[in-house]
Nanobody, 117 residues
Framework: QVQLVESGGGLVQAGGSLRLSCAAS????????MGWYRQAPGKQRELVAT???????NYADSVKGRFTISRDNAKNTVYLQMNSLKPEDTAVYYC???????????WGQGTQVTVSS
């Protein structure tokens, strides 16, 4: 069982920055592909970014060049640095952990990010 706890959300003006953190419990953190998803009101949850244990990253087109995902396997933590934020980035951001070969998937509770214009 893995528990994911997000932090770092809040209210920021357009053009500003926020850094989200997700701390994971357990001893097999490096086996998981970690990711961030978001869900805006009235919309489906969407992928923002993922990162493998080896550091390979993948981003949604809408955030490329503005967001950076990273992980610290020694601290069991994944981060999402968000720069040049836009009002359309407003959403609840969820941390996600997936261990494909073991069919294990976990979600965090979510953290609200609000970008004012």
């Amino acid at each position: 069982q893995v528990q994911l706890v997000e932090s770092g959300g809040g209210l920021v003006q357009a053009g500003g920055s926020l850094r989200l953190s997700c701390a994971a419990s357990g001893t097999m953190f490096r086996m998981y592909v970690m990711g961030w998803y978001r869900q805006a009101p009235g919309k489906q949850r969407e992928l923002v970014a993922t990162i493998t244990s080896g550091g390979t990253t993948n981003y949604a087109d809408s955030v490329k060049g503005r967001f950076t995902i990273s992980r610290d396997n020694a601290k069991n933590t994944v981060y999402l640095q968000m720069n040049s934020l836009k009002p359309e980035d407003t959403a609840v951001y969820y941390c996600h952990a997936e261990w494909l070969s073991m069919a294990r998937v976990y979600w965090g509770q979510g953290t609200q990010v609000t970008v004012s214009s």
